[in-house]
């Protein structure tokens, strides 16, 4: 039976929120109806987004070990800032990114930052010197900073509380996957002879390439929200509007607040988890960034070194999945302890 304790009027945008619900027979076949075509239509573009961004990130590793140094003559303080400022604009502009998220069509936005993030990097193959370098991995930091905080908001658009977590797992696979892919694809495209092009610049240019046609799709296939789907019949859409109604609002009728954001900002799990993916996050980072050039220097050559790049990757993907199995038969502190521990002991 369906819970009518409270109602919710999606014409006058009335919202009862975290609400239990219980659904009929037929309404449960909707349901699952309704959740199998957003996962067909939602999931795919975006992992396919996340995973073209985390690409486009992790491509200057490559580069390092294919003449970037020398081909650019980067002193030790150019090679320091073209890793650094990354990250120092990516901070700067995570927030900023979200709160266009609310304001811009999600369609737009994303293909936005698609298209910057696959343009710049194509244009670091033509970079001249390590200053030019620089300031375009500082704008490569400017729109990838939308990506990751942008799709775990924007699957919040489409999924309730309990169904989102299973997707956000697999969104969050398109970081090791980036690494499987991106590694082989630059070793043989580093390979191609074009005229004075080196192999370092392949690597940009051919990255930034594939990952354009990536932008150009996310500007076509992402979908806005559950009340504009077309794909959607009426009665699916009117049963995901109710459920999303009724537990959190939908995206396209709720706006954030400068209130709502200082509530969540004095909860204080959100700052120990911070601190944790802050020193996870800390380690993987450095780690992603120069194991191409530590193997270098151990003797293999680049080719060599990129694919025990890829195998990092591989092992940080079997992680994940010990890590979901783990979840499912220990207590979240247990799991998240034990990652944690054990990231710290292998880094040091």
């Excluded at 790049?309 to 502190?333: A, N, T």
Aim: hydrophobic fraction near 50%; aromatic fraction near 14%.
């Amino acid at each position: 039976m369906k819970d009518n304790s409270s109602v919710v009027d999606i014409e006058k945008e009335t919202l009862v929120l975290n609400q239990a619900e219980h659904l009929t027979e037929n309404e449960i076949a909707i349901h699952k109806r309704y959740l199998r075509k957003v996962d067909l239509r939602i999931l795919p573009i975006v992992v396919l987004v996340a995973i073209s961004c985390f690409i486009d990130r992790g491509i200057i590793a490559a580069a390092l070990v294919y003449g970037l140094v020398p081909g650019m003559k980067l002193n030790a303080t150019q090679q320091g800032n073209v890793t650094t400022f990354f990250f120092v604009f990516y901070i700067i502009f995570e927030a900023p990114a979200n709160i266009m998220l609310k304001r811009v069509k999600p369609h737009y936005w994303f293909g936005f930052l698609a298209l910057g993030f696959s343009i710049t990097t194509l244009m670091q193959a033509f970079a001249k010197n390590g200053n030019t370098l620089t300031i375009l991995r500082s704008l490569l930091g400017v729109f990838e900073a939308g990506i990751s905080p942008g799709i775990v908001g924007y699957l919040n658009y489409w999924y309730t509380r309990s169904e989102v977590s299973l997707r956000m797992v697999l969104f969050f696979f398109s970081v090791p996957l980036a690494g499987v892919i991106g590694s082989p694809f630059a070793a043989a495209v580093s390979h191609i002879k074009i005229k004075s092009i080196k192999p370092y610049q392949n690597v940009f240019l051919f990255t930034g390439i594939l990952t354009l046609v990536v932008g150009i799709l996310a500007l076509f296939l992402i979908h806005d929200y559950p009340d504009t789907a077309k794909f959607l019949d009426p009665e699916e859409k009117e049963l995901i509007l109710r459920r999303l109604n009724r537990e959190q609002g939908l995206a396209s009728k709720t706006k954030g607040s400068i209130s709502e954001a200082l509530k969540f900002l004095m909860d204080w799990k959100l700052w120990v988890f911070c601190l944790i993916y802050f020193g996870n996050n800390n380690a993987v980072n450095v780690l992603s960034l120069f194991i191409p050039t530590v193997a270098a220097t151990l003797g293999y050559n680049p080719t060599q070194s990129t694919m025990i790049y890829m195998g990092y990757y591989i092992v940080g993907l079997v992680g994940m999945l010990v890590y979901i199995f783990l979840l499912r038969k220990k207590p979240f502190w247990v799991v998240i302890s034990f990652f944690s521990a054990f990231t710290a002991i292998t880094y040091y």
